[in-house]
Protein backbone atom coordinates (compact mmCIF):
# COMPACT_ATOMS: atom_id res chain seq x y z
CA UNK A 1 0.00 0.00 0.00
CA UNK A 2 1.45 3.51 -1.32
CA UNK A 3 1.74 6.00 1.19
CA UNK A 4 0.76 9.41 0.28
CA UNK A 5 2.93 12.82 0.80
CA UNK A 6 0.89 13.97 3.62
CA UNK A 7 0.97 11.02 5.86
CA UNK A 8 4.96 10.41 5.25
CA UNK A 9 5.51 14.22 6.60
CA UNK A 10 3.52 13.38 9.29
CA UNK A 11 5.01 10.38 9.79
CA UNK A 12 8.92 11.77 9.68
CA UNK A 13 7.93 14.74 12.15
CA UNK A 14 5.91 12.36 14.90
CA UNK A 15 9.77 10.21 14.77
CA UNK A 16 11.68 13.36 15.07
CA UNK A 17 9.17 14.44 17.96
CA UNK A 18 9.97 10.91 19.72
CA UNK A 19 13.61 10.73 18.91
CA UNK A 20 14.86 13.91 21.12
CA UNK A 21 12.86 13.19 24.02
CA UNK A 22 13.79 9.30 23.96
CA UNK A 23 17.48 10.39 23.69
CA UNK A 24 17.68 12.64 26.29
CA UNK A 25 15.62 10.02 28.93
CA UNK A 26 18.72 8.09 28.79
CA UNK A 27 20.31 7.54 32.25
CA UNK A 28 17.87 10.31 33.72
CA UNK A 29 15.87 8.66 36.49
CA UNK A 30 12.26 10.11 37.39
CA UNK A 31 12.18 12.76 39.66
CA UNK A 32 11.13 16.27 40.90
CA UNK A 33 12.37 20.02 41.09
CA UNK A 34 11.06 22.55 43.64
CA UNK A 35 11.21 26.05 42.34
CA UNK A 36 11.63 28.54 43.88
CA UNK A 37 8.24 29.76 44.83
CA UNK A 38 7.41 26.37 46.08
CA UNK A 39 6.08 24.38 43.36
CA UNK A 40 6.61 21.08 42.41
CA UNK A 41 7.68 19.84 38.86
CA UNK A 42 8.02 15.89 37.82
CA UNK A 43 9.68 15.17 35.37
CA UNK A 44 12.89 13.12 34.31
CA UNK A 45 16.18 14.22 36.43
CA UNK A 46 20.09 13.46 36.20
CA UNK A 47 22.58 14.58 38.47
CA UNK A 48 25.62 12.82 37.67
CA UNK A 49 27.15 10.95 35.09
CA UNK A 50 26.73 6.89 34.39
CA UNK A 51 30.29 4.93 34.77
CA UNK A 52 32.56 3.55 37.06
CA UNK A 53 34.35 7.05 37.78
CA UNK A 54 31.38 9.44 38.45
CA UNK A 55 30.97 13.06 37.75
CA UNK A 56 28.58 14.85 39.76
CA UNK A 57 26.85 17.60 38.03
CA UNK A 58 27.35 21.52 39.35
CA UNK A 59 24.05 21.94 37.29
CA UNK A 60 21.42 19.54 37.30
CA UNK A 61 19.68 18.45 34.02
CA UNK A 62 15.64 18.29 34.23
CA UNK A 63 13.02 17.27 31.52
CA UNK A 64 9.58 18.02 32.03
CA UNK A 65 6.86 15.91 30.53
CA UNK A 66 5.22 18.87 29.01
CA UNK A 67 8.48 20.70 27.60
CA UNK A 68 10.70 18.74 24.10
CA UNK A 69 14.32 20.25 25.89
CA UNK A 70 15.43 19.70 29.08
CA UNK A 71 16.55 22.29 31.15
CA UNK A 72 19.48 23.10 33.46
CA UNK A 73 19.64 24.27 37.32
CA UNK A 74 22.01 25.29 39.16
CA UNK A 75 21.63 25.26 43.51
CA UNK A 76 20.43 28.82 43.47
CA UNK A 77 17.38 28.44 40.76
CA UNK A 78 15.79 25.93 42.98
CA UNK A 79 15.18 24.80 46.65
CA UNK A 80 15.32 21.35 45.83
CA UNK A 81 15.11 18.24 43.79
CA UNK A 82 14.47 14.43 44.06
CA UNK A 83 16.24 11.68 41.22
CA UNK A 84 15.26 8.43 42.16
CA UNK A 85 14.76 7.70 46.01
CA UNK A 86 17.57 10.50 46.69
CA UNK A 87 16.12 14.19 47.74
CA UNK A 88 18.38 17.35 48.22
CA UNK A 89 17.85 20.99 49.03
CA UNK A 90 19.70 23.90 48.40
CA UNK A 91 21.78 25.52 51.00
CA UNK A 92 23.57 28.34 51.29
CA UNK A 93 26.62 26.85 53.46
CA UNK A 94 30.52 27.49 53.79
CA UNK A 95 32.85 25.56 54.62
CA UNK A 96 35.76 27.68 57.08
CA UNK A 97 38.67 26.25 58.22
CA UNK A 98 40.93 27.79 61.36
CA UNK A 99 44.28 26.06 62.74
CA UNK A 100 42.79 22.67 61.37
CA UNK A 101 39.56 23.14 62.73
CA UNK A 102 36.10 23.15 60.15
CA UNK A 103 33.15 24.90 60.43
CA UNK A 104 30.63 24.44 58.33
CA UNK A 105 28.37 27.79 58.44
CA UNK A 106 25.07 28.77 57.31
CA UNK A 107 24.54 32.22 55.92
CA UNK A 108 22.58 33.27 52.66
CA UNK A 109 25.00 35.33 51.52
CA UNK A 110 27.48 31.90 50.64
CA UNK A 111 27.03 30.27 47.60
CA UNK A 112 24.23 27.67 47.74
CA UNK A 113 24.92 23.44 47.59
CA UNK A 114 23.27 20.82 47.33
CA UNK A 115 23.01 18.57 50.48
CA UNK A 116 21.36 15.04 50.26
CA UNK A 117 18.58 14.57 52.87
CA UNK A 118 19.33 11.25 54.65
CA UNK A 119 16.84 12.19 57.62
CA UNK A 120 14.70 14.93 59.34
CA UNK A 121 12.35 14.61 62.22
CA UNK A 122 12.28 18.92 63.39
CA UNK A 123 14.72 19.88 64.55
CA UNK A 124 17.32 17.79 63.55
CA UNK A 125 18.25 16.56 60.00
CA UNK A 126 20.96 14.20 58.64
CA UNK A 127 22.93 15.63 55.69
CA UNK A 128 25.26 14.10 53.34
CA UNK A 129 27.86 16.33 51.26
CA UNK A 130 28.61 14.55 48.21
CA UNK A 131 32.18 15.28 46.74
CA UNK A 132 34.17 13.14 44.03
CA UNK A 133 37.59 12.01 46.50
CA UNK A 134 40.43 13.37 44.62
CA UNK A 135 42.33 10.35 45.51
CA UNK A 136 40.30 7.38 43.96
CA UNK A 137 37.73 9.12 42.16
CA UNK A 138 35.04 7.84 44.05
CA UNK A 139 32.01 9.81 45.42
CA UNK A 140 32.38 10.02 48.83
CA UNK A 141 30.28 11.94 51.75
CA UNK A 142 30.80 14.89 54.66
CA UNK A 143 28.00 13.72 56.95
CA UNK A 144 26.34 16.49 58.30
CA UNK A 145 23.91 17.38 61.29
CA UNK A 146 21.75 20.50 61.44
CA UNK A 147 19.52 22.30 64.03
CA UNK A 148 17.50 23.72 62.98
CA UNK A 149 17.33 27.53 63.89
CA UNK A 150 21.27 27.65 64.36
CA UNK A 151 23.72 29.23 62.26
CA UNK A 152 25.93 26.24 62.14
CA UNK A 153 26.14 22.59 60.75
CA UNK A 154 28.42 20.19 62.77
CA UNK A 155 30.28 17.02 60.93
CA UNK A 156 29.88 13.94 62.52
CA UNK A 157 32.47 11.95 61.78
CA UNK A 158 35.19 11.41 59.56
CA UNK A 159 36.63 7.83 58.07
CA UNK A 160 38.07 5.59 60.39
CA UNK A 161 38.50 8.59 62.94
CA UNK A 162 35.02 7.89 63.76
CA UNK A 163 33.36 10.38 65.20
CA UNK A 164 34.36 13.81 66.08
CA UNK A 165 33.20 13.65 69.80
CA UNK A 166 34.70 16.98 70.74
CA UNK A 167 32.85 18.93 68.42
CA UNK A 168 29.59 17.19 68.53
CA UNK A 169 29.78 17.61 72.35
CA UNK A 170 29.89 21.79 71.38
CA UNK A 171 27.19 21.46 68.98
CA UNK A 172 24.68 19.59 71.36
CA UNK A 173 25.92 21.13 74.42
CA UNK A 174 22.12 21.68 75.89
CA UNK A 175 21.82 17.63 75.84
CA UNK A 176 23.69 16.71 78.77
CA UNK A 177 22.86 13.23 78.20
CA UNK A 178 23.75 13.07 74.69
CA UNK A 179 27.14 14.92 75.54
CA UNK A 180 28.19 12.19 78.33
CA UNK A 181 27.23 9.30 76.11
CA UNK A 182 29.68 10.35 73.41
CA UNK A 183 32.09 11.20 75.42
CA UNK A 184 31.96 7.44 77.53
CA UNK A 185 31.90 6.35 73.77
CA UNK A 186 28.70 4.16 74.18
CA UNK A 187 27.66 5.89 70.89
CA UNK A 188 30.20 4.78 67.77
CA UNK A 189 27.55 5.33 64.64
CA UNK A 190 26.12 8.49 62.88
CA UNK A 191 23.20 6.61 63.10
CA UNK A 192 23.34 5.79 67.18
CA UNK A 193 23.82 9.99 67.56
CA UNK A 194 20.87 10.92 65.26
CA UNK A 195 18.64 7.99 67.22
CA UNK A 196 19.71 9.33 70.71
CA UNK A 197 19.17 12.47 70.21
CA UNK A 198 15.39 12.03 68.96
CA UNK A 199 14.61 9.42 71.85
CA UNK A 200 16.36 11.86 74.64
CA UNK A 201 17.11 15.06 73.73
CA UNK A 202 13.87 16.48 72.43
CA UNK A 203 11.15 18.21 74.63
CA UNK A 204 8.12 15.90 75.20
Not at 91 to 102: I, N, Y
Not at 185 to 198: A, G, P
Request: proline share 3%; with cysteine; charged share 30%.
Amino acid sequence: MLINMKTYVLLILLILSITPLQGQRKNYSPGYIISLEGDTLEGWVKDRSAGAFTEIYSRIRFKDEKVLFRKTYKPHMIKGYACDERVYESVPLKEESSFFRFRYVINDSYERVFLRVIAREEPLTYYHWEYMDDDSNYLDHIPLFYLTGTHQMVRVSQGILGLKRKRLIEYFHDCHGLADAINSKRLKEVDEVYEFYLDNCMDP
